[in-house]
C-alpha cells in the first residue's frame, strides 16, 4: 500500500480551513454568548444582594418601629389603669351621693309603705342608680368601662384559697362576662393579668353582658369574681335597704 501524499496534503488542508471556519463562526460566538451570560448572572447576583442588603435595613426600621410602639402602647395602657382607677371612684361616689340623695327624698313615702312595698322600691333605688352611672359612664373614655376593672379583677382572684385558684382554667376555658366586647389589647391583658394571678396560663370564654355596666366577672368552678359595676350598685343597694 502506498501513502498518496498529495490526498494527504489536501486533507490536511481541509482541516485547517474547518479548524479556522469553526474558530471564526462557532467558538467564537459561544465564547461571547458565555462571557455575556457569565456577565448576566454576576450583575444579577450582585441586584440580589443589593436587595438583601436592602430588605435587612427594611426588616430592622420595622423592628424599631414596633419596639417602639409596643413601649407606646404599655405607657397608655398604665395611664390609662391609673385614669379608669380614678374615675371609678369619683363614679361610685356619685352614685353614692345620688343614691343617698333619693333615698333621703323617699324615706316618708317608704315608711309609709314599707310592708308592701320594700322590694319594689329597691329595684326604683337600683334602677335610678344604673341610669345615674350609665350617665356617667357616657362621659367617660370607653376603655375605662373595661381596662379600669382588669387590675382589681385579678387581684381578686390571686386572694382565693390556692385550691380554688389551681382549679381555674385547669378543666377548659373559664367564662368571663364583659360589659361590652373586649378588643385584642385587651383580651391579651386580662388573659396576662389573670394566668399571673393564678400562677398558669389560662384560656377565657369571653362573652358580653352590657348589664353589668362596666367591669367585668369571673365564673371559676368553685368561685364567682365580680368586679363590675352592676355589683358595686347592688352592694349600694342592699347597704340602703339593711338601713332602711
Known amino acids: 500500500m ?23 463562526f462557532l467558538f467564537r460566538p459561544v465564547a461571547k454568548i458565555i462571557a455575556e451570560r457569565q456577565a448576566a448572572a454576576k450583575a444579577e447576583f450582585q441586584r440580589a444582594k443589593d436587595e438583601h442588603a436592602k430588605a435587612e435595613a ?6 424599631k418601629q414596633a ?7 404599655a405607657e397608655i395602657l398604665t395611664r390609662a389603669e391609673e385614669e379608669a382607677k380614678a374615675q371609678r371612684e369619683a363614679l361610685l361616689q356619685a352614685a353614692n351621693a345620688e343614691a343617698e340623695a333619693a333615698r ?3 324615706r316618708g313615702e317608704l315608711e309609709r309603705m314599707r310592708a308592701g312595698q320594700t322590694q319594689a322600691l ?3 333605688a337600683s334602677a335610678l342608680a344604673i341610669d345615674i352611672s350609665a350617665r356617667v359612664l357616657d362621659r367617660l373614655p370607653e376603655e375605662a368601662r373595661i381596662t379600669g376593672f382588669i387590675k382589681g379583677l385579678a387581684a ?5 384559697p390556692e385550691t380554688t385558684r389551681e382549679g381555674i382554667g385547669a378543666g377548659g376555658p373559664v367564662p368571663l362576662r364583659a360589659a361590652r366586647a373586649l378588643s385584642a389589647e385587651e383580651t391579651a391583658l386580662v388573659t396576662t393579668r389573670l394566668g399571673e394571678a393564678v400562677g398558669h396560663p389560662v384560656e377565657l370564654a369571653i362573652s358580653v353582658d352590657e348589664s353589668l355596666l362596666a367591669g367585668l366577672e369571673l365564673d371559676a368552678p368553685k368561685a364567682v369574681v365580680r368586679n363590675h359595676l352592676r355589683a358595686d350598685l347592688d352592694r349600694i343597694r342592699q347597704e340602703l335597704c339593711r338601713h332602711e
Open 58 to 63: 427594611e426588616r430592622e426600621v420595622l423592628r
Open 2 to 24: 502506498q501513502l498518496d501524499w498529495w490526498t494527504l496534503l489536501l486533507q490536511t488542508v481541509n482541516v485547517l480551513i474547518l479548524l479556522w471556519i469553526l474558530s471564526r
Open 104 to 106: 333621703d327624698a323617699t
Open 156 to 160: 381578686v382572684v390571686a386572694d382565693l
Open 122 to 124: 329597691s329595684d326604683a
Open 67 to 73: 419596639e417602639d410602639a409596643a413601649a407606646k402602647r
